[in-house]
């Protein structure tokens, strides 16, 4: 086995909590978000490296596995690159299990594949299982029998309620992350909502942060887990059904890793970390109700209008 490089440290730097207004009802957040600023996405992308194999170490070391959920888009292709590359003696991957935070209503071969550019990057290199890979089925007809089939893989896997060890996200220029695209039924049905219906589209409120009935920060008991989210976004080309863990999920994990890069980003990150709360325009914001950890891994481009760091 060749060495092994050393895995650096990320330093972490707090964020100032949403403030609160008088038309957006803040729900109260168990902590700040932890924010580490790089110069470029290589930096960011080998930090977000170096902590996936941490975790993964420590996980597999504790409990004999280790279960993560991986981002798509174009910004975690150095990420998985690097897990590739760097750390393919690091640990034993085999024991891994990848879910996908989200996917597109493609097949695995498409381009547009999340599940794709993970496996071209970082699945194939490292010659993994298939029984290891729980994809989402994006070119099945029903998407929504799709989501629940993969609903019912991570109940079998994880148990109830399901806790990821880590979920790695992206950030879209318009503050979506996962698929939870502004005001879709998905970035409406907050986490802390727990009356809220198992559709995603019913039950929860317009009102940003209305319905508070569960604390922050508590793993949540309850699902949709998985579910097909009908979209309208310039970004997916109009109108479109994306498949996607939901808040609830994603803030059940033990801890988030949020990688984000470029000027086209700096908006969306000032007004997720330090905006007014409003979960259905914002849905990053979901973010707040995290059980564990949140990190934010994010370049200089994409910090630009969060002030000079600390």
Known sequence: MTAVPAVPAVPTVPTVPAVPTDDAPTPPRPRAPAVTRFPDLEAASAAAAARVVTLAQAALAARGRFDVALPGGSTPRRLFALLAERYRDALNWRLVDFWWGDERAVPPEHPDSNFGLARALLLGPLALEAARLHRLRGEDP???????????????????????DLVILGLGSDGHTASWFPHSPAARRSPWDAGASDDPGHGASDDPGHGASAVPGARLGSGPWVVANPVTSPLV????????????????????????????????????LHGATDLSRYPAQHLGAAAGKVQWLIDDAAASRLGSPA
């Open 142 to 164: 029903d998407l929504a029998r799709a989501a629940g089939d993969c609903e019912q893989e991570l109940l079998r896997r994880l148990g109830q309620p399901p806790v990821l």
């Open 237 to 272: 080309g109009g109108v479109a059904t994306r498949l996607t863990m939901t808040p609830a999920l994603v803030c059940n994990a033990r801890e988030v890793l949020v990688l984000a890069a470029g000027a086209d980003k700096a908006a969306a990150v000032a007004a997720v």
